[in-house]
């Protein structure tokens, strides 16, 4: 009885040494510095959910943000220069960029940039408003993943709720 538990002891501890670091590699922490994290995460849309608010963000995506250059035309984080950042630039398309971060985290990082990355801050070329309307239209690349608020604290999860778990490879991306 003894051997089998240190087996299994031994088992569990080899599982965690090799998945903990392949699943922290692609779980990226919060862009927004600690002291401004709290006041990101409360931060709301004031924009109605509509297709002319989409309209609007789609142009300034494609248009005076430059966002396609880095996160590429549908938003996959494979733009024309992505392949010369580090870290490579968010995949919009993703899940798990969704689950795991308020829209006013992501308003944040575009307003004032994200420390550590190539994404610069556009607080001198965006107003708020252009900033909450690029972020409806960001969401339409998750193909409903990115729509709602059900998942994380105040996320931008699945309506309806759900286990807010992870699955597969770059989940945070």
């Known amino acids: 009885m003894e051997k089998l538990l240190s087996v299994t002891l031994a088992v ?18 919060s862009r927004v510095s600690i002291e401004h994290l709290e ?3 409360a931060l709301k849309s004031p ?11 789609k142009a300034i ?7 396609a250059n880095c996160h590429g035309p549908e938003g996959a984080g494979d733009g024309p220069v ?3 950042l ?3 630039p968010r995949n919009f398309q993703h899940h798990g960029f969704w689950r795991h971060r308020t829209e006013g985290e992501i308003f944040w990082v ?13 607080a001198d070329q965006l107003t ?4 909450w309307a690029l972020i409806q239209y960001e969401r339409t690349f998750a193909k409903g993943h990115g729509h709602g608020r059900g998942m994380g604290p105040g996320g931008m999860g699945h309506r309806g709720g759900g286990s807010g778990g992870c699955e597969g490879e770059h989940c945070d991306r």
């Open 61 to 67: 995506y494609h248009g005076k943000g430059t966002c």
């Open 39 to 41: 006041e990101a995460r």
């Open 12 to 29: 569990m501890a080899a599982a965690v040494v090799t998945v903990v670091p392949s699943i922290a590699q692609h779980m990226q922490p």
């Open 86 to 88: 580090n870290p490579s």
């Open 82 to 84: 992505a392949s010369q």
């Open 110 to 122: 575009i307003k004032h940039g994200s420390p550590g990355t190539s994404m610069v801050g556009f």
């Open 128 to 131: 708020d408003e252009d900033i």
């Open 47 to 57: 924009l109605p959910d509509s297709p002319d608010v989409v309209e609007k963000g």
